[in-house]
């Protein structure tokens, strides 16, 4: 075949390749959006857990539909209020009747110390979140008349809602500004080209709203509440982090493929035989450690499960077909002003190959000072604290944290969310005696009742969200089940009740700590067994898998330790959000292990015409700037999600980002290139390396022109 038709083929099947891809999203944009399917629970916990029992049996109540917004009117000089104050909220108080379910509003209650003025307001839910949010809004803008010296805050469960709405609007587009600036300098910086950063770019860009749309029907029709917002947010990062990792590692092995052969078609085919098994371990990788969450107690780290993975797909096909096809379109002229020609010097690898020369010389010592310095790291967390109560989510103040913090300073700090007990209407009396006795509540009264359940509505004296106001619910749930014949009718689904149940928003914070515990001790081995699978099909071998698995670990509380350190004593945080721990570890270790994926599978392919020393030392001088680059883009990306203003988020960004740099510049760059010189071929074990001693040694002449050996 002549070169003019084997251009003129790849040039066709470059194109087609494009056709299709166009084609393919053209209709994925077209399909129809299937309806959201409603949340299992306010929490997305199961029947099985108590609080979601509460929620489906407050739906027998007469004020199902009715949520109440608290409006705290306190001084700013924090001064008791006057007569006049007092009168002039009773006049707002008037006004919001036609907005109160009902159609009319209690009267104030002023603190003991008459610093501060409380009014509920009942709220219908009907309508859904949206319908919530708007009416907060009326509130809010039926007491703005009050005199300019009050301070007049709207705070409750409706109010949160609205504003955690609020934390969320505007977030994609804003996530998606971000990142794809942050990609773009990277991908400047890392190539120096005018020209080729545009198309890896696009490529990835393209696939992340491609994923996105995917997603937006994907999950609501396998019957999984999708939220907004935070599960796309995350989705969003992960596509453009790993879809540009793969771009770099196949666009680095394509330009030395581009010095071995004059025809970019042929070189982008080598470049893709080369790359496709570590790329497609690396996804892989991911895919199978991010489908883990799918055991999670949570719905929305089960939503949170299907958008990753089917990023992370998309992203792999993105690098396997429509990067390839992109780039050989264009030519050698992409990568202008520093076009590869054949038979040319690499320009890129001098500095990882100086690195190299010098962890082999002394690779006893380099092994056991990174490992020093990973278990430093670690002891940064010995003192790390879980848990955020209800006002420590946000990072900036909105006005429902603002109006619980006032209302905390003179009443029970739970007066904001009330803990629900339902019964039977026959126990209620009993239950509501042992519920006051109860150490750690201030108050409890009858709530609303029906034909068969009965509310107790009661009052803690700690802050919702906090240890305190969990050890109060502990005990509550002791006691009032302890009650004789004080069991609600039971859930579909669940076990019959020993006793009266337990919930509201402060108990279902406490089971989602609860349930992100159980979710930590299922899935955190799975995925490291699942993980060590992967590696091992690879590697063909157990040692060397065994010792990756144990460097992403120790990265991790190394990454861990590093951001409780700087979340205690520079950013100020309170705690580590509970779910933020196995999100961490997921992305960590599923992400962090790509690097050594990328490092150890090229050293294998070295290693068989080298043997494992000069296999290593070529695998490093030739991924060392590829995966160094890619390092620091994913690492950049994930610290994107600090521009969101929930600390959740923030937590989640900044540990892996911190995780992902100490894999990339020091795992990968140091800790395993010294463990693989100490060992020799034993690394491999017991597969088996096949170096050939007459081969020409890593960095000598001739040796980066020498054609690579075919896999086993």
């Not at 030519?331 to 010098?358: C, K, N, Y």
């Not at 006893?364 to 010995?382: C, Q, Y």
């Not at 603002?402 to 026959?426: C, D, H, I, K, M």
């Not at 995925?527 to 157990?542: C, D, N």
Request: proline content about 6%.
């Amino acid at each position: 075949m002549s070169l003019f038709t084997r251009v003129a083929r790849g040039r066709l099947a470059a194109w087609l390749t494009v056709v299709a891809a166009l084609v393919v999203g053209a209709v994925v944009f077209g399909l129809p959006k299937p309806d959201n399917p409603e949340p299992v629970s306010a929490t997305g916990l199961s029947v099985t857990w108590q609080s979601t029992q509460v929620e489906r049996l407050q739906e027998q109540l007469p004020s199902k539909d009715a949520q109440p917004a608290l409006v705290v009117v306190s001084r700013a000089d924090r001064a008791p209020l006057s007569g006049t104050d007092r009168g002039a909220l009773d006049d707002a108080a008037a006004a919001l009747g036609p907005l109160a379910v009902g159609g009319r509003v209690s009267p104030a209650q002023v603190s003991p110390d008459g610093t501060v003025a409380l009014v509920a307001v009942p709220l219908s839910s009907a309508g859904g979140p949206q319908s919530v949010v708007d009416k907060v809004e009326q509130v809010r803008e039926a007491v703005g008349g009050l005199p300019a010296e009050l301070t007049v805050e709207v705070t409750g469960g409706p109010a949160f809602t609205a504003d955690l709405g609020k934390v969320f609007q505007g977030a994609d587009t804003t996530l998606l500004l971000v990142t794809a600036a942050v990609v773009a300098v990277l991908l400047l910086v890392t190539y120096r080209s005018p020209f080729l950063w545009l198309v890896p770019l696009l490529v990835v860009g393209a696939a992340e709203q491609f994923t996105l749309r995917v997603v937006e029907s994907l999950v609501p029709a396998l019957g999984i509440y999708l939220p907004s917002g935070q599960v796309t947010g995350i989705a969003s990062v992960l596509v453009f982090g790993a879809a540009t990792d793969y771009a770099l590692l196949l666009i680095a092995r394509y330009r030395e493929e581009l010095r071995r052969e004059e025809n970019r078609f042929t070189a982008m085919r080598a470049a893709l035989r080369r790359t496709a098994e570590p790329i497609l371990a690396s996804g892989g990788t991911v895919v199978l450690g991010v489908l883990t969450l799918l055991l999670s107690e949570q719905e929305t780290n089960r939503a949170l499960a299907l958008a990753c993975a089917t990023g992370v797909v998309f992203a792999m096909l993105s690098a396997l077909f429509v990067l390839p096809a992109a780039l050989v379109l264009f030519g050698r002229g992409l990568f202008w002003p520093f076009v590869p020609r054949v038979g040319a010097a690499a320009r890129e690898g001098r500095l990882w190959g100086r690195l190299g020369a010098l962890v082999v010389r002394r690779p006893l010592p380099v092994a056991a000072l990174a490992t020093l310095l990973l278990a430093g790291l670690a002891l940064g967390g010995l003192g790390i604290r879980t848990g955020l109560s209800e006002t420590e989510q946000f990072r900036e103040r909105p006005e429902a944290v603002a109006g619980a913090e006032t209302l905390a300073r003179a009443f029970p700090a739970g007066s904001t969310q009330p803990v629900a007990v339902l019964t039977n209407p026959q126990a209620a009396p009993r239950v509501l005696a042992a519920a006051e006795a109860v150490d750690g509540v201030a108050s409890a009264r009858p709530g609303a009742a029906g034909d068969r359940v009965a509310q107790v509505d009661v009052v803690l004296t700690a802050e919702p969200g906090t240890a305190a106001s969990d050890r109060a619910v502990v005990a509550l749930r002791e006691s009032v089940a302890a009650v004789p014949d004080s069991a609600p009718p039971t859930v579909s689904g669940a076990d019959a009740p020993d006793g009266a149940l337990v919930g509201g928003s402060v108990a279902a914070t406490y089971d989602s700590n609860e349930a992100n515990t159980r979710d930590l001790q299922l899935i955190l081995p799975i995925i490291l067994l699942l993980v060590g699978a992967v590696l091992v099909l690879l590697l063909r071998g157990l040692l060397a898998p065994l010792l990756l698995v144990l460097t992403v670990i120790a990265s991790f509380f190394a990454s861990l330790g590093a951001a409780w350190l700087l979340f205690d004593h520079v950013l100020d945080f309170p705690a580590l959000d509970s779910g933020v721990l196995l999100l961490a570890f997921v992305f960590l270790v599923a992400l962090g292990v790509d690097y050594n994926i990328f490092l150890v599978s090229r050293a294998r392919e070295d290693a068989r015409r080298t043997g494992t020393r000069d296999g290593m030392l070529s695998a490093l001088r030739v991924t060392g700037g590829v995966i160094t680059s890619a390092g620091v883009l994913l690492a950049a990306v994930f610290a994107v999600l600090g521009v969101l203003p929930l600390i959740t988020l923030t937590q989640i960004g900044i540990i892996v980002c911190i995780g992902v740099l100490l894999d990339t510049l020091l795992v990968r760059t140091v800790l395993v290139p010294a463990l693989a010189f100490l060992l020799g071929d034993r690394f491999w074990w017991p597969g088996r390396i096949s170096g050939h001693p007459d081969a020409p040694a890593a960095g000598a002449p001739g040796a980066a022109a020498e054609p690579v050996a075919a896999r086993d």
